[in-house]
T-cell receptor
Framework: LAKTTQPISMDSYEGQEVNITCSHN???????ITWYQQFPSQGPRFIIQ???TKVTNEVASLFIPADRKSSTLSLPRVSLSDTAVYYC????????????FGQGTTLQVKP | GAVVSQHPSWVICKSGTSVKIECRSL??????MFWYRQFPKQSLMLMAT?????????EQGVEKDKFLINHASLTLSTLTVTSAHPEDSSFYIC???????????FGEGSWLTVV
């Protein structure tokens, strides 16, 4: 299972765009890249998932370069409520895939 | 997205007793579910893979006789912490994938406090 490396913490201010980069040098051909958000005392919440290039949904964008050895989660115009821990995971998801969590990135959004 | 629900959300039990936590996939069938535990300010640690109709697969260092996992149906997996001790106090989280998409969804988590 691919190991991921993320910054342990990041600070930002309301209204700014936040980019969190994750390294996954040993990603396998069948692995997807998935980002989750976790608030204290809650289970992780799915944010976005991708395999290659760029994926965008209503809350975030995910940029994946051609070699897939890293990925960047982009949160546009963050608010205080985006303060949370963000996890980057790689693996064969779906019904049989298991996900190994790294340390995650604690994002602190300041007013 | 798909919904995974856990029950109870929090439970307090006496040392030496057993406690059961349920994990349900509400709108999809899951042949495989996963159980994690999380200590305060730490990341999630995978405990075991729950397989419907067969034995669970435990990660290294997890005592299978202490953390009993049963996956009797395609929508329900249970984790039973047997002979609980204060060091078992933790946040337990389950996850499941729909199979239709390459996405894993997590339950809300269950706080266990052993006194």
């Amino acid at each position: 299972l691919a190991k991921t490396t993320q910054p342990i913490s990041m600070d930002s201010y309301e209204g700014q765009e936040v980019n969190i980069t994750c390294s996954h040098n040993n990603i396998a051909t069948n692995d997807y890249i998935t980002w989750y958000q976790q608030f204290p005392s809650q289970g992780p919440r799915f944010i976005i998932q991708g395999y290659k290039t760029k994926v965008t949904n209503e809350v975030a964008s995910l940029f994946i370069p051609a070699d897939r050895k890293s990925s960047t989660l982009s949160l546009p115009r963050v608010s205080l409520s985006d303060t949370a821990v963000y996890y980057c995971l790689v693996g064969l998801s779906g019904n049989t895939g298991k996900l190994i969590f790294g340390q995650g990135t604690t994002l602190q959004v300041k007013p | 997205g798909a919904v995974v629900s856990q029950h109870p959300s929090w439970v307090i039990c006496k040392s030496g007793t057993s406690v059961k936590i349920e994990c349900r996939s509400l709108d999809f069938q899951a042949t495989t579910m996963f159980w994690y535990r999380q200590f305060p300010k730490q990341s999630l640690m995978l405990m075991a893979t729950s397989n419907e109709g067969s034995k669970a697969t435990y990660e290294q260092g997890v005592e299978k006789d202490k953390f009993l996992i049963n996956h009797a149906s395609l929508t329900l997996s249970t984790l039973t912490v047997t002979s609980a001790h204060p060091e078992d106090s933790s946040f337990y989280i389950c996850s499941a994938g729909t199979g239709a998409t390459n996405t894993i969804y997590f339950g809300e988590g269950s706080w266990l406090t052993v006194v």
